[in-house]
T-cell receptor, first 108, second 113 residues
Framework: GQQLNQSPQSMFIQEGEDVSMNCTSS?????WLWYKQDPGEGPVLLIA?????ELTSNGRLTAQFGITRKDSFLNISASIPSDVGIYFC????????FGKGTKLTVNP | DVKVTQSSRYLVKRTGEKVFLECVQD?????MFWYRQDPGLGLRLIYF???????EKGDIPEGYSVSREKKERFSLILESASTNQTSMYLC????????????FGPGTRLTVT
């Protein structure tokens, strides 16, 4: 079945640093989406990408839909303590497939 | 704003009990989903529904059933709870037009003892 490889699994950074995480797959997807899950809450949609090569920003967050349609990355610039949480990628085609998440810890 | 609510945030049940987890969305979404989330395993799809009274098995349906009698409500049923069903359960919904953009509830942390 379709699988996503999300990396890194976890990150420990200092406040103010930039963060980069990515998802790759052997399968082609029609859409890539990124979610954030705060501790004890459900995931919340951050960015949705619908076109290969698309680069989209949402505040300090930037995500790209890879040209091959098999990957996507998410960057967070100038991290702050409230960026803490788990970030999930999701690929969409006939099915919706989630990555296993990147757990981000930000030290003040 | 879309709101997805789940009946309980925390639930403790005994092995063998029948457990009902309720999910309600207020945006007239056609599609509803139940996931479980476990450390290191991510989100795994249990069941989903594209219409009232319609259900489809996800990746891990064993030990679960669902009910969708009304468009806004999607219930997950554990017929006989077991300890390996201790998990975080997440409900989600999407509209037919933006079917990839899921809205999640806050989750129910179920402990089966």
């Amino acid at each position: 079945g379709q699988q996503l490889n999300q990396s890194p699994q976890s990150m420990f950074i200092q406040e103010g640093e930039d963060v980069s995480m990515n998802c790759t797959s052997s399968s082609i997807f029609n859409t890539w989406l990124w979610y954030k899950q705060d501790p004890g809450e459900g995931p919340v949609l951050l960015i949705a990408l619908y076109k290969a090569g698309e680069l989209t920003s949402n505040g300090r967050l930037t995500a790209q839909f890879g040209i091959t349609r098999k990957d996507s990355f998410l960057n967070i610039s100038a991290s702050i303590p409230s960026d803490v949480g788990i970030y999930f990628c999701k690929g969409g085609s006939e099915k919706l497939v989630f990555g296993k998440g990147t757990k981000l810890t930000v030290n003040p | 704003d879309v709101k997805v609510t789940q009946s309980s945030r925390y639930l403790v049940k005994r092995t063998g009990e029948k457990v009902f987890l309720e999910c309600v969305q207020d945006m007239d979404h056609e599609n509803m989903f139940w996931y479980r989330q476990d450390p290191g395993l991510g989100l795994r799809l249990i069941y989903f529904s594209y219409d009232v009274k319609m259900k489809e098995k996800g990746d891990i349906p064993e030990g679960y059933s669902v009910s969708r009698e009304k468009k806004e409500r999607f219930s997950l049923i554990l017929e006989s709870a077991s300890t390996n069903q201790t998990s975080m359960y997440l409900c989600a919904s999407t509209s037919g037009l933006d079917a990839y953009e899921q809205y999640f509830g806050p989750g129910t942390r179920l402990t089966v003892t």
